[in-house]
């Protein structure tokens, strides 16, 4: 089946730094959504995109649907302790099922 | 309300044994979904239901079978555990197919 690309990885940053991450998809997408997932929990939704070209934001996230509906991206400012897990994106086409991505894994460096 | 939640929380199969995971929802969700997570995988989707009495199978539904008798639960089975099957299993809710999905906190499984 399909998946998104996502990169990187893994990031390790320390506190107070700024981070970005993206999806890449060979298919469009009409929702991009991008969830956090705690150890040992289930994901979480963080932001939800609609349209092409969408920039939104969530406190200190930021999140944009990109023009081509193929990727998507978000970024994390000023990060925190808080912060740390693994965050997804997903893609989703109507009422089709959603597509996610392999996860990008933050860890912060006290 | 309590969400989405799952039961047990974690398991330990032998090969060839039968096991049965249970979500349960009480936000009146029409759409259920059970995922599989595997490192370096991301969430893959087994088996979904779009309402009470309904299900349909995901990307890899091979090995599982689900139940929707009662709308607010979706029951995931494994009739003969492979160790393929060792996983972190999500359940998921949404009210529509195509609105939010509310995630369980996870079954952690070892097939031994």
């Known amino acids: 089946g399909q998946q998104l690309n996502q990169s990187p990885q893994s990031m390790f940053i320390q506190e107070g730094e700024d981070v970005s991450m993206n999806c890449t998809s060979s298919?469009?997408?009409?929702?991009w959504l991008w969830y956090k997932q705690d150890p040992g929990e289930g994901p979480v939704l963080l932001i939800a995109?609609?349209?092409?070209?969408e920039l939104t934001s969530n406190g200190r996230l930021t999140a944009q649907f990109g023009i081509t509906r193929k990727d998507s991206f978000l970024n994390i400012s000023a990060s925190i302790p808080s912060d740390v897990g693994i965050y997804f994106c997903a893609g989703q086409r109507g009422n089709e099922k959603l597509t996610f991505g392999t996860g990008t894994r933050l860890t912060i460096i006290p | 309300n309590a969400g989405v939640t799952q039961t047990p929380k974690f398991r330990v199969l032998k090969t060839g044994q039968s096991m049965t995971l249970l979500c349960a929802q009480d936000?009146?969700?029409?759409?259920m979904y059970w995922y599989r997570q595997d490192p370096g995988m991301g969430l893959r989707l087994i088996h979904y239901s779009v309402g009470e009495g309904t299900t349909a199978k995901g990307e890899v539904p091979d090995g599982y079978n689900v139940s929707r008798l009662k709308k607010q639960n979706f029951l995931l089975g494994l009739e003969s555990a492979a160790p393929s099957q060792t996983s972190v299993y999500f359940c998921a809710s949404a009210n529509t197919g195509e609105e939010t999905q509310y995630f369980g906190p996870g079954t952690r499984l070892l097939v031994l």
């Open positions: 995109l609609y349209k092409a070209g």
């Open positions: 298919s469009i997408f009409n929702t």
């Open positions: 936000m009146n969700h029409e759409y």
